[in-house]
C-alpha cells in the first residue's frame, strides 16, 4: 500500500468517515511526518494521495505515532535531548508541543486513554537517569497540557502502557501495563 522506503511509527487517522495513514518517514538524519488521505470505494481502498509532509530539522526523530481523535496525529519528539509530546493538526498545519518537566526525561510508547468532547488523555512510558520505566498521562484540554507522572518504580518497570474501558460502577478509565 505504501512502497515507500523509510517508514515506521504509523497510525490511521479518521476525520468525518473519510480515512487516512500517518508515517514517520526517516531518511538519513532527516525525519517527516507524512500523511496521505485514502482513496477508498465501498469499504475497499483504491489508492492514496499526500495531504501534507512535515519536515524536522536534522537530527530530530518523531517516534510512537497514534490517533489523536479530530484529524490529528499524537507522537513523541526528540531535540537533542529534550523530549515533547507533540499534536499535529494537518487542516490547520499547526503544532502543539508538551515538553516533560524533568531534564534528561525520556519517554516511549505513546497511546491514546480517551477522547472526550473537550479533553483528551495519552499514556505513555517515561525514564529518568537511574530510574525504571514508569507510568505518565498528558491530558490536554483546550491544547493547554498537564502531565501527571507515577513518582516511585515498580519491580520491572512500566514499558507499555495502555487504557482499559471502565467496568461497569467504575469512573473512568484504568491503565494496563
Not at 13 to 18: A, C, I, R, Y
Not at 54 to 63: E, I, M, S, V
Amino acid at each position: 500500500m505504501l512502497p515507500e522506503t523509510g517508514l515506521h511509527d504509523s497510525a490511521v487517522l479518521t476525520v468525518k468517515g473519510v480515512h487516512y495513514i500517518a508515517a514517520v518517514r526517516t531518511a538519513s538524519q532527516r525525519s517527516s511526518l507524512k500523511i496521505w488521505k485514502l482513496d477508498e470505494n465501498n469499504g475497499r481502498i483504491r489508492g492514496k494521495k499526500t495531504v501534507s509532509e512535515t519536515a524536522f530539522p536534522a537530527g530530530d526523530a518523531a517516534y510512537s505515532l497514534t490517533d489523536a481523535g479530530d484529524g490529528q496525529a499524537a507522537y513523541i519528539y526528540k531535540h537533542e535531548l529534550v523530549w515533547s509530546v507533540r499534536i499535529y493538526d494537518p487542516v490547520s498545519e499547526t503544532t502543539s508541543v508538551f515538553r516533560t518537566p524533568h531534564e534528561r526525561m525520556t519517554l516511549r510508547n505513546l497511546s491514546m486513554a480517551a477522547n472526550g468532547e473537550t479533553q483528551k488523555t495519552f499514556l505513555f512510558s517515561w525514564a529518568v537517569p537511574d530510574s525504571m520505566p514508569r507510568i505518565g498521562s498528558l491530558t490536554v484540554e483546550d491544547m493547554t497540557g498537564n502531565m501527571h507522572l507515577q513518582k516511585t518504580d515498580v519491580s520491572g518497570g512500566i514499558y507499555y502502557p495502555v487504557a482499559l474501558k471502565p467496568y461497569e460502577g467504575s469512573e473512568g478509565s484504568t491503565a494496563a501495563y
